[in-house]
């Protein structure tokens, strides 16, 4: 049964940190459509407003896995972190060309550091650190 909670713990972090990066995102492009427009590189203002984005969702998604973790909430929240990172090295990688390079190394570590931030928070939220 840990198991079971543990795999859940996760891909509810997981979607948490999906729904809340595309809600934001589409937000975003509506709110400010010169930021998001048909150029074929996003402007810095976008780009560092993706990456702000990108902090917070993952943060929210932190806490989500640590706070639904029956056991040692921190190492799945670091489960979640090591997941993002993956595929955050996967997107850079098939995003090459496409964005500039300063910002595909500036999005690597931009989800592990908020999943880690947001499972530290619930951490300190609950007193267990």
């Not at 976008?46 to 984005?53: K, L, Q, R």
């Amino acid at each position: 049964m840990i198991l079971v909670r543990a795999f859940f713990a996760l891909a509810a972090g997981f979607i948490v940190v999906l729904a809340a990066q595309a809600a934001a995102t589409l937000v975003l492009r509506r709110r400010v459509p010169s930021w998001a427009g048909a150029q074929p590189k996003p402007g810095a203002g976008y780009t560092m407003a993706n990456g702000g984005i990108l902090l917070v969702a993952s943060a929210a998604g932190g806490w989500v896995t640590a706070q639904l973790a029956q056991a040692n909430p921190l190492v799945h929240a670091l489960a979640l972190a090591l997941a993002l990172l993956l595929l955050s090295a996967l997107t850079a990688m098939q995003a090459r060309g496409r964005q500039p390079l300063w910002y595909l190394l500036m999005m690597l570590p931009v989800a592990p550091l908020g999943v880690f931030a947001g499972g530290i928070l619930f951490l300190r939220w609950t007193g267990l650190l």
